[in-house]
């Protein structure tokens, strides 16, 4: 098969990792990729979110199967394009991409179907959003109802604090158009996890669980970031509580979209919070989770590229035989633990520089994986491009023998005014 995987960031390195690995695969095409994948497939210069060139490519290359890994062109309708075009493509078409795309329209949703999540109000008016926050005695959220990079929540355990965080958004536009509406919500207390569910339409398959990290700083300090770094499996998933998942949250999700009339295939990621009420839904996301996917993928040793491909097809159950439960059948994964440390540029999540050269890079193995994200080559030289530069994944037969082999090479990877976390997995 011709692959063709859309996006530049570690999420699709990951991906295109992974999709490498596979008999099935001939040749594998990335729209724009970055310096990591260009030592997999072919990258393809150009814009992630121009479907037009998107679909260029997919006919030029005789494409079999296009793989979308951002959310901007999910939200855009890239799928929808391909779908109307007569093209095979993994990903969401843009009503059922609006679970990520707009916060208020998920909130409505489960809400309406009560699907366990926090309590909240949305606003587009800022005297409004400011008379309610002001009644609050309590810790709140602010988020930006669209679009916003993984930054766009403002954890707030002061009222004033959230009053500002409502006037960037709603009035000097911090956000732009992603934070012309803002929803309001309660600060849930637990643990955080993420869980990915595969989804054809009909039949569900869960990926191993994962916890992300945040907070920029250690001890989850600093600002919300688009991640810091990842484990998997995550010890907060148990039988219980994936049972309680799946009766509560996942099954009344699809459920409540079919009566919507909305059609669901590709990613379904559900960002969860374990309190002591039980597990309820921080946030959902549309396509592969970043960085999540940097830990999780490596531990998969099935055939990533027979799964999507069975999921576009409506084969996803005879591909993984999902009939004996959530995450059993033919689908084999790696016991051992994951690790992702991600290194980001100097500023992130605000202003950063680019060029920077990047030194100290080791030779991939099959437990020590470099993923690339904001980079590029110059020259002779791979640069930094972005704000997370990297994402550096070490397997270990326990979580703590991953922590030293991955904080061991990230000490020798060296940028000018990198920065990562030096707590995760501890």
């Given amino acids: ?166 006037e960037d958004m709603l009035v000097k536009r911090t956000f732009g158009e992603a934070g012309a509406r803002i929803v309001v919500e309660e600060k849930l207390l637990g643990q955080e996890a993420s869980l990915l569910a595969i989804v054809d339409g009909h039949t569900t398959y869960l990926l191993e669980p994962a916890q992300d990290h945040k907070r920029l700083s250690d001890n989850d300090q600093g600002p919300n970031t688009g991640g810091m770094g990842s484990f998997s499996p995550s010890p907060l998933v148990e039988a219980d509580a994936l049972q309680k998942i799946q009766a509560q949250i996942l099954v009344p999700t699809l459920d409540a979209l079919v009566h919507e009339g909305i059609h669901y295939r590709g990613i379904l990621y559900l960002g969860l919070m374990f309190t002591t009420a039980g597990p309820k839904v921080l946030e959902f996301n549309c396509r592969f989770g970043d960085p999540e996917t940097q830990a999780i993928l490596p531990r998969l040793r099935s055939d990533l590229l027979e799964l999507l491909d069975a999921t576009v097809d409506g084969r996803l159950e005879e591909a993984c035989n999902v009939a004996a439960g959530p995450r059993t059948g033919r689908v084999e994964w790696d016991p051992r633990h994951a690790l992702c440390v991600v290194m980001a540029s100097g500023g992130y999540p605000g202003k950063y520089p680019t060029g920077l050269p990047i030194t100290g890079l080791p030779e991939n193995t099959d437990d020590l994986i470099v993923f690339h994200a904001g980079t590029k080559r110059a020259g002779d030289q791979i640069v930094t491009s972005g704000g997370r530069v990297l994402g550096v994944t070490a397997l270990g037969e326990t979580l703590a023998d991953a922590r030293r082999r991955v904080y061991d090479v990230v000490e020798q990877i060296h940028f000018e005014g990198a920065h990562y976390r030096t707590d995760l997995g501890s």
């Fill in 1 to 166: 098969m011709n692959v063709l995987v859309i996006g530049s960031g570690g999420r699709e390195h990951a991906l295109c990792y992974c999709l490498a690995r596979s008999a099935k695969l001939d040749k594998l095409f990335i729209l724009p990729g970055n310096a990591g994948t260009a030592g997999i497939g072919t990258n393809i210069p150009g814009d992630a979110d121009d479907i037009d060139l998107a679909l260029s490519v997919a006919r030029q290359e005789s494409i079999d199967l296009t793989i979308i890994g951002p959310e901007d062109p999910l939200a855009a309708g890239m799928a929808d394009a391909f779908e109307a075009a007569g093209l095979r493509v993994f990903g969401p078409r843009a009503e059922a991409a609006r679970l990520e795309a707009d916060k208020a329209f998920a909130k409505q949703l489960m809400r309406q179907y009560v699907i366990p999540t926090a309590e909240a109000r949305t606003f587009t008016d800022y005297p409004a959003a400011r008379e309610y926050i002001a009644t609050r005695d309590e810790p709140v959220v602010v988020k930006a109802s669209g679009l916003a990079k993984g930054k766009g929540v403002i954890v707030c355990n002061d009222p004033s604090d959230a009053i500002l965080a409502a």
